[in-house]
């Protein structure tokens, strides 16, 4: 029987840390780590779980980790089917099939394309490719704006095309006369002619505008219809620094993380500029983000740290810092009373920077005076003035003043640590959960309570259970 | 120059807790309401070799100083004691002279601490006191014992070499100080490798300090910082708090607060190397209301020692200091130098009060590197009975 708790115990630990790895770990280089480090890292850990728990590990796909996980989860089930039993196979199927459905489709054709690196061409790769590729709506606009992809994934599944993809893949474009799908003829003249290349995707058509040296303020102009919203939201600060005209975009809908990670991009004076506008969209993106699980938290205090090493890295440019602030608006929407405190006190979040040193526990001292139902700590971390004081801090306060716990405390952290393949804890006592993308939060709020590690296996598997049926009934992209 | 045996320490500053990284221990040093009345500026270097020409003209025969510099320190103050702009935002003419000389850049220049203008100054960092160390005893014997070659009686130590590394060879160094959260008002940084105290760096102005701070990597340690360095990782310490005696949320402030002056506290005893000894103090030059100073510890093989260069306000406070931890093995010579002197380079004696023998002596000066001070056969002699 205590074999079987330990068993469970270590399971249940092991899954844990699993899933909050694959929500904040992108294999890139943070602040406190190189990208080697943590690309190193969380490939074991996948490793371990997929060689221990093949099930559990496929039903992470469900959990709303972040996409580069996912990718790595399609991998790594697909290139070991071996070892899976039949009914396993089945479930996997449907879970990698939706997965990929979910992701965007850049990513997903990048999955399939690291099945082809890694040379892994079963049958059921082969299924999987087919399936996803005739689940397209238009796959013929796939076939020019992800050309590269698409053909290398065809041609390595042995796929059979009967259409006109097949000739766009594989024959030589002067030995073709005219294309009878129109994008396919748009893409065969703008090989030669400079008009035809307005009629294709933005990232297809910049090369031909290369090769035709088409002045960049005219291409711009005039390929803005053709343009996603995250291409013109990638444009703005670039178009607005060389002097040239910038695509009008609906900040709005940009994602709430996104639209903080570009703010924090702009000069102060361009923040002051626009106040207005932006202030404007941060709220709409908030309630659009809120829409579908909003949720009323009551009293939220949140500590939110803006200490230099949230400048993030060369690779996540101020992601920590945007994801703090990102977070205190979200939880402002969902609090019925809210009050943030930042590690170095901000009299305009417009204004925000990353500077100064880790000093949690001040702020946390001023949160709990607040008297807070919940706080959130949105931090790396990285405690250093003075180390260790906001654990000593929170265990006082629970042992003397608030010892029914009345106050819950969760540690969002936004940084993966490699070494301890974890997100780095500041207190023993409190759960902390990793997270990419502040829409998360409400997912990670409802995941932070198997972080505390009383819960029973049972229930994390149920969660998950609960998790895997409502993301196959949605097959649709959200 | 006067020398006078005196106690430095950091009035005015307080020490904040430590940011580790590896074996690197960072203790920020903060000061509140700097009057900014001198300013600290970088001025980079790009040759590879800087030559300083200590006595007389740029180029002209006399004392000269070798080594590689990065950088230098422009100061700049007003008498008046209101705040003074920094040097960047000035207009500066070319320092020295360059020369190309079989692909190596080199730099000449003159003295350590040279005044460019009525309120500026050019200080070389480290190497003021690097030079106050290889100078000393740099006379060499007075007495012309017959052990003691022609050249050492003609020129002294002449030439008198020290080698150290760059801050880049000192492991997880670079990351520390990359990773490493400046402090609002900090103006220095008491550098630890494996928990040794290797350099204290202090300036007068905070926004000087963030300018300055990369500069930390450019300057030069002892030798043995680097294998401190390999060792692993400095622990982190953990304050407790005492539940006891908290019965309220401001208690609890309180018992953060005081967490914070325990920190202050622990890491100043780590320093009491440093600050709190007597130091072996020459006074340099003197400037307004300021002084710059070279100092020493007292060369005690047994102990850590450290040199250093500092300006004192004429209250007292440190304006500016860099310190540099001699490795053992420079203490060692620079102790023997010492020993030597003080009974007037008479090889005979020095050795009886080394509690040596004659030969055990000879062989000495011949190992920590000062061969060149004896006749080749009084070291093959030496050598010979040693057998």
Redesign the interface.
């Given at each position: 029987m205590t074999t079987r708790k330990s068993y469970d115990r270590v399971t249940r630990e092991d899954l844990v840390l699993f899933i909050n790895a694959c929500f904040v770990c992108t294999g890139q280089k943070e602040f406190y780590g190189d990208s080697i480090g943590q690309n190193v890292s969380i490939a074991f850990l996948h490793e371990y779980v997929l060689g221990n728990y093949r099930s559990l590990y496929a039903h992470a796909l469900a959990s709303g980790i972040n996409h580069f996980n996912q990718s790595l989860i399609i991998v790594n089930l697909l290139a070991t089917g071996k070892q899976a039993t039949s009914e396993q196979r089945t479930e996997e199927g449907k879970l990698i099939a939706t997965a990929l459905r979910k992701l965007p489709p850049q990513r997903a054709l990048a999955t399939l394309q690291r099945l082809v690196k890694r040379r892994v061409n079963n049958r059921r790769t082969r299924a999987t490719i087919r399936d996803y590729l005739s689940s397209r709506k238009d796959p013929n606009f796939d076939a020019i704006k992800y050309r590269k992809r698409v053909r290398e994934v065809v041609r390595h599944s042995h796929l059979k095309i009967t259409d006109e993809r097949g000739t766009l893949f594989f024959t030589k474009l002067n030995k073709v006369k005219q294309f009878q799908v129109p994008l396919f003829e748009s893409f065969r003249q703008a090989h030669y002619a400079q008009e035809a290349i307005y009629r294709l995707p933005f990232t297809v058509a910049e090369g031909f505008a290369k090769k035709h040296k088409i002045p960049r303020d005219r291409f711009l102009k005039k390929i803005e219809p053709k343009m996603t919203m995250q291409e013109k939201l990638r444009l703005q600060s670039s178009a607005a620094k060389s002097g040239k005209s910038v695509p009008e975009i609906d900040l709005a809908q940009v994602s709430i993380t996104r639209l903080c990670l570009y703010l924090l991009s702009l000069k102060h004076s361009e923040r002051e500029e626009k106040r207005a506008k932006f202030m404007e969209a941060i709220e709409g993106s908030v309630t659009r983000t809120l829409n579908s699980s909003s949720k009323n938290l009551g009293r939220v205090a949140t500590v939110l740290d803006r200490s230099y090493s949230s400048s993030g890295s060369s690779e996540k440019q101020r992601r920590p810092l945007a994801l703090a602030w990102a977070c205190g608006r979200l939880l402002q929407s969902m609090a019925a009373e809210y009050q943030a405190f930042w590690t170095l006190p901000v009299e305009d979040e417009l204004m925000l920077s990353a500077k100064g040193q880790t000093d949690l526990a001040t702020a946390m001292l001023a949160a709990l005076k607040w008297k807070p139902d919940l706080v959130v700590i949105v931090s790396d971390g990285y405690e250093n003035d003075p180390p260790g004081a906001l654990s000593e801090l929170l265990r006082v306060y629970w042992e003397k003043l608030d010892p029914k716990q009345e106050t819950t405390v969760i540690h969002v952290n936004p940084v993966f640590n490699a070494e301890n393949y974890i997100p780095h804890t500041v207190s023993p006592l409190v759960n902390t959960v990793g997270i990419r993308d502040a829409e998360d939060l409400v997912t990670m709020l409802e995941f932070a309570r198997f972080a505390e590690g009383s819960t029973p296996l049972s229930e994390l598997e149920d969660y998950l259970s609960a998790r895997v049926r409502s993301f196959l009934k949605s097959t649709q992209r959200s | 120059m006067k020398s006078t045996i005196e106690k430095i320490d950091l009035t005015g500053l307080t020490l904040?807790?430590?940011?580790?990284w590896g074996s690197v221990r960072l203790v920020?040093l903060i000061r509140d309401n700097a009057p900014g009345d001198l300013r600290i500026a970088p001025r980079k270097y790009s040759e590879d070799q800087m030559i300083v020409s200590l006595e007389r003209g740029l180029v002209d025969k006399g004392l000269k100083y070798s080594s590689y510099v990065p950088h230098g320190l422009i100061m700049n103050w007003n008498t008046d004691g209101r705040p003074v702009a920094t040097f960047k935002t000035q207009i500066a003419k070319q320092e020295g002279k360059c020369f190309e000389f079989e692909g190596c850049s080199m730099r000449v220049t003159q003295r350590m601490i040279k005044r460019e203008a009525k309120n500026r100054l050019r200080l070389l960092p480290m190497h003021v006191a690097m030079e106050g160390f290889l100078q000393l005893h740099f006379g060499g014997p007075d007495i012309a014992w017959s052990e003691y070659s022609r050249e050492a009686l003609a020129l002294g130590l002449s030439p008198r070499i020290e080698e150290s590394l760059r801050g880049q060879w000192v492991p997880g160094l670079e990351t520390a100080l990359r990773?490493?959260?400046?402090?609002?008002n900090q103006v220095g940084m008491l550098v630890f490798v494996s928990d040794e105290l290797a350099s204290a760096f202090v300036v007068s102005h905070p926004d000087d300090y963030r300018e300055l701070h990369r500069t930390l990597l450019e300057d030069f340690y002892g030798e043995t910082l680097f294998y401190y360095g390999l060792y692993g990782s400095a622990p982190?310490?953990?304050?407790?708090?005492d539940?006891e005696k908290?019965?309220?949320?401001s208690d609890?402030?309180q018992?953060?607060a005081s967490?914070?002056g325990k920190?202050s506290q622990l890491q100043s005893q780590m320093a009491d190397k440093l600050f709190g000894r007597e130091l072996d103090i020459k006074n340099l030059y003197n400037f307004s209301r300021f002084s710059i100073h070279h100092f020493c510890t007292n060369l005690d093989p047994a102990s850590e020692n450290h040199i250093g260069e500092v300006i004192l306000r004429d209250d007292g406070t440190v304006e500016y200091m860099k310190t540099y931890r001699l490795s053992a093995a420079q203490t060692r010579r620079a102790y023997l130098l010492s020993q030597l002197a003080a009974n007037q380079w008479n090889i005979t004696q020095a050795a009886a009060s080394l509690n040596q023998t004659y030969n055990e002596l000879i062989l000495r000066i011949k190992n920590a590197g000062f061969g060149y001070l004896l006749k080749d056969h009084v070291i093959k002699d030496a050598i010979k009975k040693a057998r």
């Open positions: - | 904040a807790p430590a940011q580790v920020p990773v490493f959260e400046i402090h609002e982190e310490w953990i304050e407790e708090i539940g908290v019965n309220s949320l609890l402030s018992a953060v967490m914070r920190f």
